[in-house]
């Protein structure tokens, strides 16, 4: 996977993220076996107790799952998968409302330039 | 327990203060960022810790003893310039270190140095200044400490090698033992850190986690500190 870190938010909620990204994308599919606390850490480049604070947060919000001998495993719980899935959409679809909204387009020019956006996207695959 | 302690820690040098009432406590497991400007008192700090350098006032306890012959035992401690007979070669080195320390792991050693693709007969001064900072980090993490001192571990050297010193922090990371690291490259560290301390002018500016910087202050530790120290 790749890590990489903005400066202006704490490490461990962007660890948080990042492996829900792999989650949420299949990188990290459902019930499979998570590398070990201090491999992640190596792998990340981050301090293991900063990523065991990272593992123990998605635990808590049901995402993975430990066994005490096997380790760590992601959820085969599919629907909290695509509710992680939806939250990540609708945060894209807020930054880019908000963008759009910065560069002054109004709602309906915004949905009339999607529309635009995926003909061409049509015409392009057909051909 | 904490594994080191400063209470009260003064170090003058005729009338210049070098460290000005220090208090500082550490707990195992944490790997914390001693940081500074050039001057601020990390070196004159770190040799007081390991007993290179006795206090003007306060004290310093390490597993609750003052530092001597026992504390040395537990204290790790690579400094920030080369330390290492030159003419010796890197298996003559390991040697003296499993002579001087009971806790070295001379097979570690050798695991990583071959790692590393170092040959052993080499004497030290046949490696070029990146590998020599290595083998010296690799003697030092090879002990099974309970606190390492590492003074100035990523300085003058390239990035790959800065990777590779970072990574092997974490590789040989120990919930037992606490990391020291002194340093002014805070963005190339902030990652492999629980903690920061800031020094300034000899004195204990802040001592927090740092994810809770990054938190409260919406910026890198890198970032506050620039603000912090700006000329």
Known sequence: MEWNFRGDQPIYSQLIQRIKQGIVSGELPPGGRLPSVRDLAMEAGVNPNTMQRALQEL??????????????????????????????AQEHIRAFLEGMHKLGYGREEILSLLQEEKEEEHGNSGM | MAI???KNLSKRYGKKTALESVNLSIEPGRVVGLLGPNGSGKTTLIKLINGLLTPSAG?????????????KAAVAYLPDRDYLADWMTVQQQIR?????????DADKAMEMLLRL???????????????????????VMSRKAQLYLLDEPIGGVDPATRDYILDTIIRNYNPEAAVVISTHLIADVEQVLDEAIFLQNGSVLLHESVDDIRETRGMSVDRYFREVFKC
């Open chain 1, 59 to 88: 635990e808590r919000e049901g995402m993975v799952f430990s066994q005490r001998t096997a380790g760590r495993f992601v959820t085969e719980d599919v629907r909290l998968i695509e509710g992680a899935k939806r939250a990540f």
């Open chain 2, 4 to 6: 080191l302690e400063c």
């Open chain 2, 59 to 71: 004290e310093v306890l390490i597993g609750g003893q003052k530092p001597g012959p026992l504390t």
């Open chain 2, 96 to 104: 003296l270190f499993q002579d001087f320390y009971p806790d070295f």
């Open chain 2, 117 to 139: 693709n170092v040959d052993p007969n080499q004497k030290f001064k046949a490696l070029s200044k990146g590998t020599r900072e290595k083998v010296q980090l690799i003697l």
